[in-house]
């Protein structure tokens, strides 16, 4: 199936103001076409109701190289009175109580420099789901990209501090640890056995200050090829309300298990009632990486980032004369490096296939593995050349918060 040929964005919140920081060079390869993501924030709903938790029995847990966490389902038996069972899922209020503590509120700050070369204190809001009882949460990738502090509150107002363990840009996927006991995990269900039209629950902190915020929706698609911010991914389509402030929160079933990550809504002030969210099947084995590695393994690198300049203002920014994607930052010592890519190169295809954006040369790399041949066919002044050389696996050179 073709990616639908309009764009998402990753819901966010976000504010800056200037706190007169002396300007520093970010730790680790950044772009210098900095997209405004936004980020969804998801916290769990506060009514602490225990009529239904006493009887919902969490499964069996797995082990990952010491690292608890949940994979499967709940035993589907609530109550005597026969609520929550197979035939008779909970509804909105009973899942909104049964999972209110495992979903988190995540604030965040990162630096940012404006056009005048001045440097901001830019605050943003997320969420993020409890993964494990010793305190590992899930969220997207967006959401911590770039902090320079993370920290979370939990549905009782208790805060932390947080450390971002691992990331995965490629999945928008990241897993971050506050340093707590006898947190509530998530259930983590199977996205797998969805079902076009089944009714599922959404909690949020829209705006970044409605916490406790729940909407509720149906599954409007399967399997959604969209762009987001760029990137192809396959989606969950959901009718529920997503607003600024939801991303990283979760998508729950009738059940209370956990089914997708939210992580987009459509973009344009006139458009409703479409929101995405990851398939939980589609990460489980790149959360329990991020846990374990801090990286997912075999991912492919090219071994270099880009830019794409697509407007006038960027081609002057960026002194070129053409509009494409160029070569911002090769990394240095990488096989690219090695064979002979530089920076300001412009990418005219890659393995014989045209490259007219970023999101090109992402679809084009998520269809290949760490030790694959590529070549790069790059212009450079005046001439053409292309470059041949083995992909890498990608490791992050850096960890946004030590």
């Not at 929101?275 to 489980?284: E, H, N, Q, R, T």
């Not at 830019?307 to 070129?320: E, G, K, L, P, T």
């Not at 296939?353 to 998520?366: H, K, L, P, Q, R």
């Amino acid at each position: 199936m073709e990616n639908e040929n309009f764009s998402y964005e990753n819901t966010g919140y976000q504010s800056g103001y200037d706190r007169s920081v002396p300007r520093k060079q970010k730790s680790g390869p950044v772009t210098a076409l900095v997209l405004a993501l936004c980020m969804i924030l998801s916290a769990a709903c506060g009514a602490a109701a225990g009529y239904i938790a006493a009887g919902y029995r969490p499964a069996d847990t797995t082990e990952s190289e010491g690292l608890e966490i949940l994979y499967k389902s709940v035993v589907r038996e609530v109550s005597s009175e026969g609520k929550g069972t197979e035939d008779s899922p909970l509804n909105v209020p009973q899942v909104s109580a049964l999972v209110s503590d495992s979903v988190v509120e995540i604030t965040t700050e990162s630096i940012s420099t404006s056009s005048f070369m001045r440097q901001y204190v830019t605050k943003g809001a997320g969420s993020g789901v409890v993964l494990t009882a010793s305190g590992y949460i899930v969220t997207n990738y967006h959401v911590v990209e770039g902090a320079t502090s993370v920290n979370v509150t939990l549905h009782d107002g208790s805060e932390y501090t947080a450390v971002v363990k691992g990331y995965d840009e490629a999945s928008d996927i990241a897993v971050i640890k506050v340093d707590a006991e006898g947190l509530k995990p998530a259930v983590l269900g199977n996205s797998s056995v969805l079902a076009v039209g089944e009714q599922i629950v959404i909690i949020g902190n829209p705006l970044g200050e409605l916490g406790g915020s729940v909407s509720t929706g149906i599954i409007s698609a399967l399997a959604r090829d969209v762009y987001v911010e760029d990137r192809p991914m396959t989606l969950l389509q959901t009718d529920a309300a997503v607003n600024p402030g939801n991303s990283g929160g979760g998508m729950f079933n009738l059940y209370g298990e956990l089914v997708g990550i939210v992580n987009a809504k459509s973009e344009g002030d006139a458009i409703d009632n479409i929101g995405f969210a990851i398939p939980l099947d589609d990460v489980k084995s790149v959360i329990e990486s991020l846990m374990s590695v801090g990286y997912v393994p075999g991912r492919p690198y090219l071994g270099f980032e880009t830019v794409y300049i697509d407007n006038a203002f960027s081609a002057m920014q960026y002194r070129v004369t053409s509009f494409g994607v160029y070569v911002l930052n090769v990394r240095e010592g990488s096989n690219a490096d090695k064979a002979g890519i530089e920076n300001g190169d412009m990418i005219i295809s890659i393995n014989g296939e045209a490259v007219g954006s970023d999101a090109d040369i992402t679809g084009m790399i998520n269809e290949m593995n760490a030790g694959d041949t590529v070549t790069v066919k790059v212009r450079r002044y005046s001439s053409e050349k292309e470059i041949t050389y083995e992909l890498e696996e990608y490791i992050p050179d850096y960890i946004i918060i030590r």
